[in-house]
């Protein structure tokens, strides 16, 4: 039985912030582990021009303990009034890294978002001829679409039109939680590829729902049957170059997630690597590790694999339940397994 798995440092493609002295407060739980981390732009207002990116970068770099070696990889928040030369200017300045595409009132602060897609077409086009990569919140906001459809719907009402329409645009299908986006990425393999999160590889809709509701497990897009994590698994641990880590790592305060109409995310920042060994090891496919987590993300975004090291150990972990925040604590994902991992 393996005992010591040494990886290159793993990076973070889909990870959330906020701002202020939350910022501060969930910051060293990402840079202790990871290199880099694309950064979610959905703060309030949300950063939507080159500017708006250069003062959050700034407010991240200066959140950052003493001696931490972390790089933020900033985006920018796409609506319909987005300038298309102003993403190019930042992309040009190697500021941003991509542009998020929210659905209008598709999740945490998105109501900002595109309700009308023809109208961020020229914002598309320049993005394609520059190679900067649109990343995807893969949900329709339809009343009358199923919460629980609502990915497989977006594929074929909004990203494969997009996709027919700019086909040199190199998408980034985040955070997926459907068998139908494993198999869209599998048909498609030119200028596309998916992330994945850790708790959508533990949990299914039951964890939410069985037995009382659990609104720590609550995400968006939602945890979907049993058949949907099973392919999700089998996608993370493959080996293919197309799927890699995005945690969607989401803080908000347990007041917030308690409420009657409590916030959508999972907090997995603290304890995700310990869970991906463990979930790895199940699948039988630990050597894959280091490729989902630490070298298919850089090589679809085109920038160096991490030159440092993480190693992890086959020993219980010791993770606290929580992190204290000055607007209250903020409770860690819990994986319900035992894990038999930790970061040395």
Not at 44 to 52: E, G, Q
Not at 178 to 197: G, K, R
Not at 276 to 292: K, P
Not at 315 to 336: K, L, N, Q, R
Request: charged share 20%.
């Amino acid at each position: 039985m393996t005992k010591t798995l040494t990886i290159r440092r793993p990076d973070d493609w889909h990870l959330h912030l906020r701002d202020g002295e939350m910022l501060r407060a969930v910051l060293p739980q990402t840079c202790t582990h990871f290199a880099r981390a694309i950064i979610m732009p959905n703060l309030v207002p949300p950063v939507v021009s080159m500017a708006d990116a250069a003062a959050y970068r700034d407010r991240i770099v200066d959140a950052l303990p003493t001696g931490a070696d972390f790089t933020p990889l900033m985006t920018l928040y796409l609506t319909e009034d987005t300038d298309p030369e102003d993403v190019a200017s930042a992309h040009a300045a190697g500021l941003i890294h991509a542009v998020k595409l929210y659905p209008a009132g598709a999740t945490t602060n998105s109501a900002s978002g595109v309700s009308n897609f023809d109208n961020v077409a020229q914002v598309l086009e320049k993005m394609a001829e520059i190679g900067l990569p649109l990343c995807t919140h893969g949900e329709v906001t339809d009343a009358d679409v199923d919460i629980f459809d609502r990915e497989a719907v977006f594929i074929d009402r909004v990203l494969d039109p997009i996709r027919r329409n700019h086909p040199a645009l190199l998408v980034v299908m985040e955070h997926i939680t459907t068998s139908n986006a494993v198999d869209y990425v599998n048909a498609n393999p030119e200028n596309l590829a998916a992330t994945i999160t850790t708790h959508h590889l533990v949990i299914n809709r039951n964890h939410i729902l069985a037995g009382g509701i659990k609104p720590h497990y609550y995400c968006l897009p939602v945890a979907k049957r049993e058949e949907h994590r099973l392919a999700l698994r089998a996608a993370a641990t493959s080996g293919d170059a197309r799927f890699f880590l995005g945690t969607d790592s989401a803080p908000h305060t347990d007041e917030n997630k308690l409420l009657p109409c409590g916030c959508a995310g999972c907090f997995t920042a603290t304890n995700t690597m310990s869970i991906l060994a463990e979930v790895f090891e199940q699948e039988d496919a630990l050597d894959n590790l280091e490729a989902f987590a630490s070298l298919n993300g850089p090589r679809f975004y085109g920038l160096p694999i991490n030159e440092t090291t993480l190693t992890l150990v086959r020993e219980t972990p010791d993770y606290p339940g929580h992190i204290d925040t000055p607007d209250g604590p903020v409770t860690v994902f819990d994986p319900a397994m035992p894990l038999n991992w930790s970061v040395k």
